[in-house]
C-alpha cells in the first residue's frame, strides 16, 4: 500500500477559498485542519462543503480514511447539519464512500428524529459488513482496514443515536435486537451502548454489566445513571 502523502494545507482565508488545498487528490492526510474549526461559520461551512465534495470524487476513498476529513465534521459546531446537503445525502447513500465519513453519521443528530430511520439502516449495513469482515481470513491489510472502516461506522450510527435520545426513541426495539443477533459485535458492548440504549429509553433495571467487565452490576447501573444525571453529548456519546 502506498505511503499517504502528508502535507500543510494551505490557510483557507489567506488564498480567500475555504476549499483551497483540499481537493488535491495525491494528498490523503491533513494534520492541522483541526486548527480550521474556529473559522466563521461561513467560512466552516465551505471547509465541510469541500471536504464532502473530496469524498464524493477522489478516485479512492478509502485512502481518506487517515485524513481527519470526518474528525472535523464531527467536532463541527451544533447544528451545522440540521438541513443535509445534496453532496452530503449523495455521500450517505454511498456504502463505498461514506465509509470515510462516519463524523458525518454522528451528526445526523443535528437532523432530529427523522434521521432516525436513515441512522438505523446504517448501523444495520456497517455492523453486519464489520462481522463478516471479523470473520474473514483474507489479506491482512485488507481485513484492518475494513474492520477500521466499518467499526467507525458502527461508532458513527450509535453516536448519533446517544445524542438523538428520546426523539430515537422508535428505534430501541429494532437497536436492541441488532445487539441481541449479533449484528452490533459483541466485542464493543458497554458502558457507551448501553448509556445509548438507556437514552433511547431502555429502563435501568433490566441492563446488565458486560461479564468481562469488573465490579458488581449495581455499581455499573450507579455509574450509568450518573452519567445520565450528567450528560453532556459531545462528551458522553
Not at 464532502?52 to 479512492?60: E, G, I, P, W
Not at 438505523?120 to 483474507?138: E, I, N, Q, T
Request: net charge positive; charged share 25%.
Amino acid at each position: 500500500m502506498p505511503r499517504e502523502k502528508r502535507e500543510a494545507i494551505p490557510y483557507p482565508s489567506s488564498r480567500g477559498r475555504a476549499e483551497c488545498g483540499l481537493a488535491y487528490d495525491r494528498i490523503t492526510s491533513y494534520s492541522g485542519l483541526y486548527q480550521l474549526q474556529k473559522e466563521p461559520a461561513y467560512q466552516h461551512r465551505q471547509i465541510r462543503d469541500a471536504i464532502v465534495r473530496r469524498m464524493l470524487t477522489t478516485s479512492d476513498a478509502r485512502a481518506l480514511r487517515r485524513s481527519q476529513f470526518s474528525n472535523f465534521l464531527e467536532a463541527s459546531p451544533a447544528g451545522a447539519f440540521s438541513e443535509l446537503t445534496e453532496d452530503q445525502r449523495s455521500i450517505l447513500a454511498s456504502p463505498e464512500r461514506r465509509v470515510v465519513a462516519a463524523g458525518l453519521v454522528a451528526q445526523l443528530a443535528d437532523v432530529g428524529s427523522s434521521a432516525v430511520p436513515l441512522i438505523v439502516d446504517l448501523l444495520r449495513h456497517h455492523g453486519a459488513a464489520l462481522v463478516a469482515v471479523l470473520a474473514s481470513r483474507g489479506n491482512d491489510t485488507e481485513r484492518s482496514v475494513g474492520i477500521e472502516l466499518h467499526s467507525g461506522m458502527v461508532q458513527g450510527a450509535r453516536t448519533a443515536l446517544c445524542r438523538l435520545g428520546p426523539a430515537a426513541a422508535s428505534a430501541l426495539p429494532v437497536v436492541e435486537q441488532m445487539v441481541a443477533d449479533g449484528t452490533v459485535p459483541e466485542y464493543s458492548l458497554g458502558t457507551e451502548w448501553d448509556l445509548t440504549l438507556l437514552r433511547l429509553g431502555k429502563p435501568l433495571n433490566v441492563i446488565q454489566k458486560p461479564k468481562r467487565l469488573s465490579g458488581s452490576e449495581a455499581n455499573y447501573r450507579r455509574n450509568l445513571q450518573e452519567k445520565l444525571n450528567r450528560f453532556d453529548p459531545k462528551r458522553n456519546c
